[in-house]
């Protein structure tokens, strides 16, 4: 009884493997797009725990129409539309150093998604919507940008 709850939300976890923190809401989308059973009003509980230095729970209520709320489809045209990094994209995109003094620091365009950081200024994180036709594609500046601020990292 315990695995046939537990299995509709590793589904999308096998998939895409560790994502640290992400996997918690990978994990709750997941169970919401292949539980064959109508979670609306029950009690959900999702837990993760990171390398013995802390962990999260929290719970929540389903709430009625979830199922028409929940754009299962989208999830998994997204997994199954990934683009496989080869070790030197892997490394040329995870293998850079974050802005210290507010210098301007923009990041590598790979095919993401919807959304991607286009990289920092002046302490701001900017994240630029990428329309699916020019996903992945370099070049023209995005109008579709929004600012955030950014954590200031400490003085060495």
Do not use: W
């Amino acid at each position: 009884e315990l695995q046939d709850q537990i299995e509709p939300s590793l589904a999308y976890n096998r998939i895409n493997g560790n994502a640290y923190t992400a996997s918690l809401y990978i994990g709750l989308i997941s169970l919401l797009d292949h539980r064959e059973l109508d979670l609306t009003n029950q009690r959900v509980g999702i837990f993760s725990y990171g390398s013995g230095c802390m962990g999260a729970f929290f719970g929540g209520q389903i709430l009625p129409g979830y199922r028409e709320a929940v754009p299962s489809r989208v999830h998994q045209t997204l997994l199954r539309d990934r683009k496989r990094l080869d070790i030197e994209e892997y490394e040329s995109f995870y293998n850079h150093s974050l802005p210290v003094h507010g210098e301007t620091f923009h990041t590598p365009r790979y095919r993401t998604g919807a959304f991607r950081l286009a990289g920092i200024e002046n302490h701001q994180r900017i994240y630029e919507r990428v329309p699916v036709a020019d996903a992945g594609a370099s070049g023209a500046e995005n109008p579709h940008r929004a600012y955030a601020a950014a954590p200031v990292a400490p003085h060495l």
